[in-house]
């Protein structure tokens, strides 16, 4: 299975579409905006790059995962926000623009964090000899993660017509080679698969849970209006599963099928917390709306 077209040609596809998507729908004012707001910028990264690896370690350590299982959690914790983390934060209330901004800025840095946190992961969990990311590997992880960016962005700008016609199909094709993607995660270890979900789930819905809190409360104890720490909630409870999938089994990366469980469980279990979270924010600014227009 490792070998396969799966893992070789079509996740690194998946990844590309999912980032070209991403690209159709940002412009150069969205990182411009970054320097405007810059305390909500550094307050979402600084939660999401130090604060929830930190989390997820103590975890898999807690729950005493596996080696390889509490590798791929970290691998999971370590990956930039999704861009699925849009439309809940629309749906919420959200400042979307900023969640924008934020997915844009994490994608580029995690080419940077996510080496760090993976390599000391796999190093304390699998042992020497089992750092997996160098910097040739990293340059494949950019050349998927950004490029397609870079191509999406400039379509937008020399033809934002087109760009927006594709926009949309393009976000249902993400969503469903991702159902994909995690079907084949969970088929290439369906051999041990109960046990693991048994294993991980609790983690991946705890790591879920703690993460969307931590992004609306750190930002709510910082001073941030409502929409901007709902966007940062959004941004730093929902990661690119895509991505962290990819560099799980990808033959040229890490290639390792036990690592990508955690975040196939993931990319099942955070849905339900996510959308009761934002139904519950988006209901609540409702009802202080209409009260304040009373």
């Known amino acids: ?174 969503i469903l080679v991702l159902a994909l993607v995690i079907f084949a995660a969970i088929y290439t270890e369906r051999a041990n698969v109960l046990d693991y979900i048994a294993a991980v789930g609790v983690v991946a819905l705890l790591l879920n849970v703690l993460s969307l809190g931590l992004g609306y409360v750190v930002p709510k104890l910082a001073r941030l209006g409502e929409p901007q720490s709902i966007a940062c909630s959004m941004e730093i409870g929902i990661h690119n599963a895509t991505l962290a999938l990819t560099i799980a089994l990808s033959p040229a990366l890490l290639d390792n099928s036990q690592m990508s469980i955690p975040v196939a469980v993931y990319g099942i279990v955070m849905f339900f917390p996510t959308a009761a979270f934002a139904y519950y924010l988006g209901r609540r600014r409702t009802v202080q709306w209409a009260g304040s227009s009373a």
């Open 1 to 174: 299975m490792n070998d396969s077209v799966l893992t070789s040609v079509l996740l690194p596809m998946a990844l590309a579409l999912i980032m070209l998507g991403l690209g159709l729908t940002l412009t150069v004012a969205d990182f411009a905006r970054v320097l405007r707001m810059p305390k909500a910028v550094l307050i979402a990264l600084g939660t999401q790059v130090i604060l929830l690896p930190l989390i997820c370690f103590g975890l898999v350590k807690l729950f005493d995962l596996e080696p390889a299982l509490a590798a791929g959690m970290m691998l999971l914790a370590a990956s930039p926000g999704g861009t699925t983390a849009n439309l809940f934060s629309h749906l919420a209330g959200g400042d979307v623009a900023l969640n924008v901004s934020l997915t844009a800025v994490n994608s580029v840095l995690a080419v940077v964090t996510l080496p760090i946190v993976v390599n000391l992961s796999l190093d304390h969990f699998l042992g020497e000899g089992q750092i997996g990311l160098q910097p040739a590997k990293m340059l494949q992880v950019f050349a998927i993660v950004l490029v397609p960016v870079a191509i999406g962005m400039l379509l937008r700008n020399r033809w934002p017509r087109f760009a927006e016609r594709m926009t949309r199909p393009v976000k249902l094709g993400s």
